[in-house]
T-cell receptor, first 116, second 111 residues
Framework: GAVVSQHPSWVICKSGTSVKIECRSLDFQATTMFWYRQFPKQSLMLMATSNEGSKATYEQGVEKDKFLINHASLTLSTLTVTSAHPEDSSFYIC????????????FGPGTRLTVT | GENVEQHPSTLSVQEGDSAVIKCTYSDSASNYFPWYKQELGKGPQLIIDIRSNVGEKKDQRIAVTLNKTAKHFSLHITETQPEDSAVYFCAASYYGQNFVFGPGTRLSVLP
């Protein structure tokens, strides 16, 4: 149980275009979803936290107009990178958690974004 | 805010030996400490976690210890195998929110 999927697993886009990444909880309802960014050989950096039906809360330094997050249902959150530039190339990972006494976050497999 | 340090950054052990990775955190309010294993090109996988009301937890070859007073926790892997080779991340959290990750430890298990 507690499987999180991401789509696509990798994507290449041209500079100036937008790309959408989907994060789905397959067998549980995710009241909260998180989006992380990871550069090569570095740790995970939290970008934003989203609760179903609410606006996402962005970490300091993350441009909310560039990284649009939508958490429309208890099983789906999307991250849209708008007007992508080469410096946005990174590994994007989502995670999901449920309500209740569990503190665990279940991570997706990640999406490799390359902007040319 | 919370700050998590992790040592060592790289660790090489012979197959069958034990490996220990240590993390320290700064915020005494943190009460949940998971450990993740990340293989190349994949998302992190939870391998063990501990809450602040517990001092030690074990799951087969993996154990985690927590010292709340000193604000540090450690991952212990016994009888290491080549498939244990990966990057390991510790994290500190307050009730499952605001995860702060350590910088990671690259573990290599040499056959």
């Amino acid at each position: 149980g507690a499987v999180v999927s991401q789509h696509p697993s990798w994507v290449i886009c041209k500079s100036g275009t937008s790309v959408k990444i989907e994060c789905r909880s397959l067998d549980f309802q995710a009241t909260t979803m998180f989006w992380y960014r990871q550069f090569p050989k570095q740790s995970l950096m939290l970008m934003a936290t989203s609760n179903e039906g609410s606006k996402a809360t962005y970490e300091q330094g993350v441009e909310k107009d560039k990284f649009l997050i939508n958490h429309a249902s208890l099983t789906l959150s999307t991250l849209t990178v708008t007007s992508a530039h080469p410096e946005d190339s990174s590994f994007y990972i989502c995670s999901a958690s449920t309500s209740g006494d569990t503190y665990e976050q279940y991570f997706g497999p990640g999406t490799r974004l390359t902007v040319t | 805010g919370e700050n998590v340090e992790q040592h060592p950054s790289t660790l090489s052990v012979q197959e069958g030996d034990s490996a220990v990775i240590k993390c320290t955190y700064s915020d005494s309010a943190s009460n949940y400490f998971p450990w993740y294993k990340q293989e190349l090109g994949k998302g992190p996988q939870l391998i063990i976690d501990i809450r602040s009301n517990v001092g030690e937890k074990k799951d087969q070859r993996i154990a985690v210890t927590l010292n709340k007073t000193a604000k540090h926790f450690s991952l212990h892997i016994t009888e290491t195998q080549p498939e244990d080779s990966a990057v390991y991340f510790c994290a500190a959290s307050y009730y499952g929110q605001n995860f702060v990750f350590g910088p990671g430890t690259r573990l290599s298990v040499l056959p």
